[in-house]
C-alpha cells in the first residue's frame, strides 16, 4: 500500500503563490492534485503522469502548474495568482492505471486564500 504525505499549505494573500509537495512511499504512474471545501464534492485540480504528460481543471489553468520528480517520487503544485476561491483542502492522489480509478489518497493540507 502506498502512502502519500502533503506539505505546504498555509495561509496566503489574494494574488499570492503556494506550493505544495506530495510524497509517495513508491512509485505510482499518474500522480494529482485534488481539491475539496465544506459541502461539496472533492474536484480535480491537476494530474500528471510519469513521462510528464499533464492535465489541469480549467478554474486553474494558467495560474497552477504540476510537476514531479521521479526519482523522489515527489509531486508539486505550484499556485500563483491565488484567488479566495482556491480555499479548500487539497489532497493528492495517485493512480495506477489511470486518471480516472483513483487508488490512494493523501490526508490532506489547507490552503486558506485571504486577505
Known amino acids: 500500500q502506498v502512502q502519500l504525505v502533503e506539505s505546504g499549505g498555509g495561509l496566503v494573500q489574494p494574488g499570492g503563490s503556494l506550493r505544495l509537495s506530495c510524497a509517495a512511499s513508491?512509485?505510482?504512474?499518474?500522480m494529482g492534485w485534488y481539491r475539496q471545501t465544506p459541502g461539496k464534492q472533492r474536484e480535480l485540480v491537476a494530474t500528471i503522469t510519469r513521462g510528464g504528460s499533464t492535465n489541469y481543471a480549467d478554474s486553474v489553468k494558467g495560474r497552477f502548474t504540476i510537476s514531479r520528480d521521479n526519482a523522489k517520487n515527489t509531486v508539486y503544485l505550484q499556485m500563483n495568482s491565488l484567488k479566495p476561491e482556491d480555499t479548500a483542502v487539497y489532497f493528492c492522489s495517485g493512480h495506477n492505471i489511470v486518471a480516472t480509478i483513483i487508488n490512494y489518497w493523501g490526508r490532506g493540507t489547507q490552503v486558506t486564500v485571504s486577505a
Open positions: 513508491g512509485s505510482i504512474f499518474i
